[in-house]
DNA sequence: GATGAAATTAGTTCAAG
DNA sequence: CTTGAACTAATTTCATC
């Protein structure tokens, strides 16, 4: 299978941060045409990079019960049906599972489903030990981990930011700085490419 | 303020499942044309109840370094610097802030950078005592739970109903039971600017 | 608020390199 | 793998209710 490229990652990051952005806007973005970054994302899909594209709600002023985070410790051989009712049960949104053994939920419960969930999803024979703490404060960044991509200027050497632009000469792909940058690069190429064959 | 109906609280739930859905589509399910559908969406994010459209990553598959949990300890006044100052860095997916002032957050982080999260950003003086667990599973539910629409009165703290208002102040939208509340905090932010600026 | 028709904008298909 | 052109689909605007 095609390893991710820099071009990947970036449509990835793209996505994160907007799940509805135009295709036309991130081909620009990344250098590419639009059918080309479709065909991406949906080969991103295909992989399962992409599990989904969905709406992040804000839990605070959607006042849908208490937001707990409650901590179990599995029994051995336990984690796993742990952790899969937990992540089916109804309000759970995130499921953590540490090396240790520990499953860590963020839920957001009705008071009267709590008991229901430690009860039912997480049982007494399964579970070591376990722990609720309310939330007063829950912050999520969607964002794709350290993928690293902050090339520098292929012209001045500066660190490509959001204004950016990058273009794809002869199947390799450059980043610049700002749209000056580029011109003055592809000019600079394109003697070059005269000069060589002359 | 207007609240949400069934209508809105069935489109969030498409919504959820898949951010992409076309407006025809939800507009049929729902029983509207797809224009009404569209203002509703933006009344939506407008008043805050859907922050983002996003793409859920599986960060198994995509190598993006070592997930982590961290959990810190903080010394009392300092919850909010490190909730702060963990959320801003880099790589660092979500921070939970618990009632008895424990911050866990998940961050996606080559290794080298935990060293550099851990000094940075937690720091010494303001932390009890921090814990660093590997995540081998991570999975992200997003789901709508019981929607009601409640926000505070960033005035008066009262729950926000049906004769609420709401007013956009330099971009930032907030939320008051009343009009009252709102010519209160409106007026206390015009002086606060003038304030700063003489 | 909500709508249908029109206009605009976005996405996909496909032949070709 | 990528593209531009043609085509199809989705979204937004707007006059009207």
Redesign the pocket.
Known sequence: M?QLDD?DREIIRLLVEDA????????ETV?????????????LQEIGVIRRFTADLNHDILSDGLSLLVTVNAKPGHVGDIRESLASFDGVEHVFVTADAHIVCKANLQEQAIETLLSNAIGEEAVREYDVQLLVDDEWNPQPGTIEFAPDCVECGNTVTEEGEST?IE?ELYHFCCSSCKAQFADRYERLQEGATN
């Open positions: 095609r071009t509805r952005r135009p295709y036309n806007e991130i081909a250098g590419l045409s639009p059918p080309t970054v479709s065909d991406r994302v949906e080969r794809r199947g």
